[in-house]
T-cell receptor, first 111, second 119 residues
């Protein structure tokens, strides 16, 4: 089983749509979680950390379900500029601070 | 200059060549990392350095040799590479390699990467 699993997509949605991505992780001891965004041929950039209580940043909402070991990202009112690959990232906290990345979910927002 | 800078941006090398990738961070971070990103595969952690000391070596072949002369600079020396080593090599930094509490929520800052092609 992969340490971090994501649906590769692509998710093809119209502008203004709401879209949600899920991600599952295998290490129940994992302590910190993130969503990164990666544009084509660019480096990943931190979108948001994911907190146990859930958190929101503008149109983006992240949720963590420790019991089921999954993380979600909700994007409301999608913009064309949201088109990118969204990477689910987990820190297993078993040694040093190493982040384990999922393969990413590709989002395409069409006009 | 701010952030994490990687050079070169693109590199084409033959299998018998020796080359080095350079990474420099201007964030005052104490930890630096090398990741490899191959097409259609997730980022793979290669090495972790904390204050110039290597703390993780993720079963990386010896043809990849990291060097961290100080907490701001990280190199990846390459020799006798194979075509399957062609990938995007990403450097990252973080405040610490051993975060406690909320420090773990800051994540990494990545450089723009070096796109390596081995011919």
């Amino acid at each position: 089983r992969k340490e971090v699993e994501q649906d590769p997509g692509p998710f093809n949605v119209p502008e203004g749509a709401t879209v949600a991505f899920n991600c599952t992780y295998s290490n129940s001891a994992s302590q910190s979680f993130f969503w990164y965004r990666q544009d084509c041929r660019k480096e990943p950039k931190l979108l948001m950390s994911v907190y146990s209580s859930g958190n929101e940043d503008g149109r983006f909402t992240a949720q963590l379900n420790r019991a089921s070991q999954y993380i979600s990202l909700l994007i409301r009112d999608s913009k064309l500029s949201d088109s990118a690959t969204y990477l689910c990232v987990v820190n297993p906290m078993d040694s040093s601070y190493k982040l384990i990345f999922g393969s990413g979910t590709r989002l395409l927002v069409r006009p | 200059e701010t952030g994490v800078t990687q050079t070169p941006r693109h590199l084409v090398m033959g299998m018998t060549n020796k080359k080095s990738l350079k990474c420099e961070q201007h964030l005052g971070h104490n930890a630096m990392y090398w990741y490899k990103q191959s097409a259609k595969k997730p980022l793979e952690l290669m090495f972790v350095y904390s204050l110039e000391e290597r703390v993780e070596n993720n079963s990386v072949p010896s043809r990849f040799s990291p060097e961290c002369p100080n907490s701001s600079h990280l190199f990846l020396h390459l020799h006798t590479l194979q075509p399957e080593d062609s990938a995007l090599y990403l450097c990252a930094s973080s405040r610490t390699a051993f975060p406690a509490g909320l420090e773990a929520d800051y994540g990494y800052t990545f450089g723009s990467g070096t796109r390596l092609t081995v011919v």
